[in-house]
């Protein structure tokens, strides 16, 4: 059986993260290269910055379930 991206990665693109060494900011994962580099927009500055994955936490998960269109609002 093999296993799934889900089952070794901790975050998935849109999941809302904080940075384990300053969790006082927020952001959105907008990447993932190399599994192990996540590219985040942090909410606030809009800044886009690139964190290890050992370094995020995930704060909220992105509901799966709802299909969205680009501009972001609900199908």
Known sequence: MSRRVGDWMRVRLGDEVVDLDDERHTGTV???KHSSI???RWHGTGYLGEVA????KVV???NRNVLHRSDGTKI
């Open 60 to 62: 909220k998960r992105k």
């Open 30 to 32: 907008e990447g993932i």
């Open 38 to 40: 996540v590219t985040v």
């Open 53 to 56: 994955l050992h370094r995020v």
